[in-house]
């Protein structure tokens, strides 16, 4: 390879990300670095990188920064483990009804939990779904079958990681990264992943940086607007209580911004001793002639005022001139006549075929007020059309059975619905809105106590008695117009028009007046005195001032240079960078992965993703041509389908370190169920894998691929099972105990596991819980070797398969099976509390369990020798 030849740079994720980082300024870089490295984002790292954003801003002095060195890490977090173990579920108290002191021990691998309905398996998957990565969490309420004595929500969680034991406490160490690296699927986190947009939770710190960048940002940005709504104070110089009047110095406070050149208002200072004493005789002079012409300001005064309401009185008059006018009476009249004929037509029309001599009024308001009720009434009676026949009449509530008042009643409808009746309905409306507006006139325009008023009976008494006069013409006409519309009378009026000429001359009188006060010599005097007196005062003030006025032009220039910091221009920048390298690095592995998932669980629907991002986070939407998938597939496709997308979110990412599961075949056939199962096992040979079922098919074919994969005794597979013994005994967990597990209880190894560890262990608390286990044991070997021995295993249980040829094999004592129910019937009041330890005088001690132990082997024996 030559000098000239160029290597092409390989482009990475990380390379990508660090090209980001590496293009912001050093603030940016700064919370990158922070991010990137796993570190809590505290208020101690904002500061920092406020302080640095200060200095690109301008607003510090530039300081010797260190040097970042970006750290890339696909797993960035200080609590998250690479070898992560989750080893059991202890010490859980005031959830649900759930019995307190037990413990779910739990395998490296898988782990399959059998509960029967209402055994207390919900209120365990409740917990875990507040504890771990879930998409709903649910509320978990305390024990509803006590009154009080409810304690606080609590359980420990016991991890390990490289050998060393990591024992979290609920709810106190929820923070913790450990448990985002457990992910939980339920029925109702199922929905989600159908129905929802749903974030990708698991990613590559890589990709997290951005939306975790864009937290960070709005909290940096919530820094710089608080200190910026610190110092946008209204600017207090720019109103009267301060500076009043007016005056080149006011003028440049009042127009006062970040451009403002602040040696133009020094320009005004200093304010000598000269011009303090010039002020005091410019104060002097002015308060004199103020006092002198204070009696020709009152009439000036007086004059603006008669001036502004004679100028609103004749408006007013011009308006009620124009209802009074022969257009506007011609259009009152012709209103009337359209009326009236539109209601000849409507009664001529239709009302004609309804006259007879059995009712009188027929056609008249009332009566087609009463028409009209009647149809809104019937309207209301049923959905179909009224009437029909069979309906009753909503009078009479006489059936009606023939056509004729069928008829009747529809040619009624008919008629108001008829284009005469609704134009003569119009007419009629237009007519009393008419009424309404002239009816609305007032002609009180010259109320006694009216200050218009008082002047002009003072000035020009004449003119008033003829608007007066004027005013009732109009008021009679008024009532006129108003009868003849409620009547309909069409008669003629003559116009009666206001002469408002005197009210104008009197007006443009009043203007000259007013100019002639204002050209008066004294008052421009007065107005120069002013001007000069107030500029004096203003400098005065400003040199007090000054100071105040400095620090808001200071604060001004900072306010615009941090408005100029464009937030959504970073933030923009971090989303689409996130979004590129999410479709080239992220998303399509996930499409990838899911698709790999549904072939494995024979889920071929034809599902489309909508990945893409928002906010710098990437998301999803399954759908189906378009759909939503719930709305096409059956209940047992759906649960498919969002069981693909949950294991293909959880194994895109190192971080998930194992899946917790609850009932997830529900609503699914034997094959499906197979299906998951076998995947479920295959997930549990790379991350731990445990699930919770009531489903007993189900748990044999996980543990069928589980002893396949594993073999038997193998402590990479556990089974236990959760009981409720009674109402205040739920979720009582027996270790290493299934329903299907017949085999493992034909010789007394788990009783004798577990009596020799009772023996070794000192809590006594602990010790009685396993001997409790070991009882247990010892019932299911009673209970298993019946079925594998006593019958042969000629049937077995979930099994469909029936062994005829092993009934030659099958054994009969009668004495031995006596003691086999007397020891089996012992043992399951005993566990079961039907007859409590107690009452039968036993304490669970080693002893006892010993003496059963030695009991069993003894009928083993026997049976083995028949």
């Known amino acids: 390879m030559n000098e000239n030849q160029q290597i092409e740079e390989v482009k990475t994720l990380e390379t990508e990300v660090k090209a980001f980082v590496n293009a912001q300024p050093y603030w940016a870089k700064y919370l990158c670095s922070e991010i990137l490295a796993g570190n809590d984002i505290t208020e101690s790292v904002i500061d920092n990188a406020y302080s640095y954003l200060l200095e690109n801003l301008s607003f510090k002095q530039e300081t010797e920064k260190p040097e970042l060195f970006i750290s890339y890490n696909p797993n960035a977090s200080d609590d998250y483990k690479e070898n992560l173990s989750f080893d059991s579920l202890t010490n859980v108290e005031g959830v649900n009804a759930l019995t307190e002191n037990q413990t779910i021990d739990l395998a490296h691998n898988l782990t399959i939990i059998y509960g029967t309905n209402g055994a207390g ?30 304690k606080p929500k609590a359980a420990t ?26 992910a939980v699927f339920d029925g109702d986190i199922g929905k989600k992943h159908l129905s929802l947009r749903n974030d990708f939770s698991f990613r590559p710190a890589g ?20 200190e910026i709504q610190s110092k946008s104070i209204a600017n207090p110089f720019a109103d009267d209580d301060i500076f009043q009047g007016e005056s080149e110095i006011k003028t440049w406070l009042i127009q006062l911004s970040h451009n403002s050149k602040l040696e133009e208002l020094n320009a005004h ?31 000036l005064k007086e ?154 009976k003072d000035k020009h008494e004449t003119v008033l008695a003829n608007l007066k006069d004027e005013l009732k013409k109009q008021e009679t006409l008024r009532q006129t117009l108003v009868s003849n519309i409620t009547d309909k009378k069409d008669n003629l009026q003559v116009e009666i028009q206001i002469d408002l000429s005197a009210l104008f001359t009197i007006s443009e009188t009043v203007d000259k007046e007013i100019k002639a006060f204002e050209e008066d010599e004294q008052n421009k005097k007065l107005g120069e005195l002013l001007k000069k007196k107030t500029y004096l005062a203003h400098k005065e003030k400003l040199e007090a001032r000054y100071p105040d006025i400095e620090t808001l032009h200071k604060n001004l220039i900072w306010v615009n240079k941090a408005n100029q910091f464009n937030k959504r221009a970073v933030k923009k920048s971090s989303t689409d960078t996130e979004k590129r390298l999410s479709e080239k690095y992220f998303n399509t592995d996930y499409i990838s992965e899911f698709n790999n998932e549904c072939d494995k ?188 021995k006593v019958l042969a295993s000629a049937v077995q249980r979930f099994d469909s398969l029936i062994r005829v040829s092993n009934i030659r094999s099958i054994k009969y004592d009668l004495p031995l099976y006596d003691r086999i129910i007397e020891r089996h019937s012992f043992l399951h009041d005993l566990i079961e509390g039907h007859l409590p330890a107690e009452e039968l005088n036993i304490s669970f001690t080693t002893d006892k369990l010993e003496n059963e132990i030695t009991e069993f082997e003894n009928i083993l024996t026997e049976l083995d020798n028949i």
Request: glycine share 4%; net charge neutral; with cysteine.
């Open 157 to 182: 969680f016991n991890f390990s990681s490289e050998g060393t034991n990591i024992p979290l406490k609920y709810p106190d160490n929820i923070g913790n990264g450990i448990f985002n690296q457990f």
């Open 601 to 788: 669980l024979n889920g071929k629907f034809g599902i489309e993703i909508d990945a893409r991002s928002s906010d710098a986070r990437s998301n999803r939407q399954l759908f189906l041509k378009g759909n939503d998938p719930s709305a096409i597939l059956s209940e047992g496709e759906q649960k498919v389908i969002a069981l693909a997308d949950f294991i293909a979110e959880t194994n895109i990412t190192t971080i998930n370190r194992g899946i917790i599961l609850d009932d997830p075949v529900n609503s699914l056939d034997h094959e499906r169920k197979e299906t998951i199962a076998k995947r479920l096992v295959e997930i549990s040979g790379s991350k731990q894998v445990i699930v919770f079922t009531h489903d007993v098919v189900f748990f044999k074919n996980l543990e069928k691929f589980g002893l396949r994969l594993f073999g038997k005794n193998s402590p990479s597979i556990k089974f236990n099972t959760i009981r409720a013994t009674g109402r205040n005994a739920i979720g009582t967990v027996i270790s290493d105990h299934s329903p299907v597990r017949d085999s493992l209880y034909t010789n007394p190894h788990l009783p004798k596991t577990y009596l020799q560890k009772a023996k070794r262990e000192t809590d006594e608390d602990f010790s009685l819980s396993l001997i409790r286990s070991g009882f247990g044991a010892l019932r299911s070997c009673y209970e298993a070797i019946t079925a594998t």
């Open 269 to 299: 200072l200093p304010y000598s001793e000269e011009e303090k004493t010039k002020k005091v005789q410019i104060d002097k002079e002015y308060d004199d002639l103020k006092i002198a012409l204070a009696q020709k300001d009152k009439a």
């Open 121 to 150: 398996k919900s209120g365990y998957v409740r917990l875990l779904k507040n504890v771990f990565y879930s998409k709903d969490k649910e509320d978990i309420l305390p024990n509803i079958n006590i009154d009080s004595g409810h």
């Open 207 to 226: 990709l997290q940086l951005f939306n975790e960048f864009n937290v960070a940002l709005e909290r940096l940005n919530g820094k710089l607007s608080i």
């Open 303 to 456: 004059l603006q005022t008669i001036k502004a309401q004679l100028a609103a009185r004749i408006q007013n008059l011009v308006n009620t001139n124009t209802w009074f006018a022969q257009d506007q009476l011609n259009r009152v009249i012709k209103a009337i006549t359209n009326c009236k004929t539109k209601e000849d037509t409507a009664q001529k029309e239709g009302v004609e075929k309804f006259k007879t001599d059995k009712i009188e009024n027929i056609g008249s308001t009332e009566w087609k007020q009463f028409i009209e009720a009647a149809a809104k009434f019937a309207s209301t009676q049923n959905e179909g059309e009224y009437p029909s026949l069979g309906d009753n009449c909503i009078l009479c509530q006489q059936a009606i059975n023939d056509d004729v008042p069928k008829s009747l009643i529809s040619s009624y409808w008919a008629y108001i619905k008829s284009v005469a009746e609704q134009e003569a309905k119009t007419a009629k409306e237009n007519l009393a809105k008419l009424k309404a507006d002239y009816e609305k006139l007032s002609f009180d325009q010259f109320p006694e106590t009216d200050t218009l008023a008082v002047w002009l």
